[in-house]
């Protein structure tokens, strides 16, 4: 496993808790959240950027004839479901 797989999988957990933290919020305004909730947002949002980059790279460069390599970025694409979820909930829901 490469290091930008290895940063995406060990950002998924944090992507989710920060994610609940922004529907929390949106439930319950806490104002004191505001700030520490703006750097989590775009915390998630990098990081599903980055997952969906890492994702599109790794499909385009495999070869498809290679059941490996597809069976590899199936995987992949299944490990940071969650991080991309969290980043779309993210996209919508501001602090």
Partial sequence: MNLIALSLVL???PSVVC???LIGHRVRPHPSWTS???KARLFVLALACTA???LGAN???ID???PGARLETYM???TFAPCIVSGLVALFLKP
């Fill in 52 to 54: 969906l980059l890492y």
């Fill in 64 to 66: 498809a004839s290679d």
């Fill in 59 to 61: 499909h385009l460069l």
């Fill in 19 to 21: 994610t609940l933290f």
């Fill in 36 to 38: 520490r909730l703006t």
């Fill in 11 to 13: 950002g998924t957990l």
């Fill in 76 to 78: 992949a694409a299944l």
